[in-house]
């Protein structure tokens, strides 16, 4: 049987998980929980709006990842409004929401193995790496 490539695992996976609608906000439960610093990044947050862009960057990922031209402009966007001259998203954060958006997931997606694992950290880590180097 051959297996499925990562970003087909990494959406179908999305989709389960964003079939509950406790997942985005499961996440940035965990998310505050991490850091104190990260909590305050998000005190003037409407989050029914952040809790959309959230999916919807998630979602973007992946067609980022496989060189979609317009989830790549997208995530340059995103990239630029996290810099040090906008939102400050630091890059020191960017581990710590890796490990939780990860951590969520895996317990949202009741079909979570180690394949999937490995697709959301590889097309998560490439999205981080350009979000690091646009800071």
Known sequence: ???????????????????????????????????PEIRDKFRNTDFEKQNKMLLRSLQLAAGATSGDPDALHEMQERAETHDRHHLNIEPRFYDVWLSCVIATASEFD????????????????????RMIKSY
């Open 1 to 35: 049987m051959s297996q499925l490539p990562q970003k087909d695992l990494f959406l179908q996976s999305l989709n389960r998980c964003s079939n509950d609608e406790n997942f985005i906000p499961a996440f940035y439960e965990r998310f505050f929980a991490a850091d």
């Open 110 to 129: 009741p079909k979570w193995d180690p394949p999937t694992h490995q697709a959301w950290k590889t097309i998560l880590g490439h999205v981080i790496n």
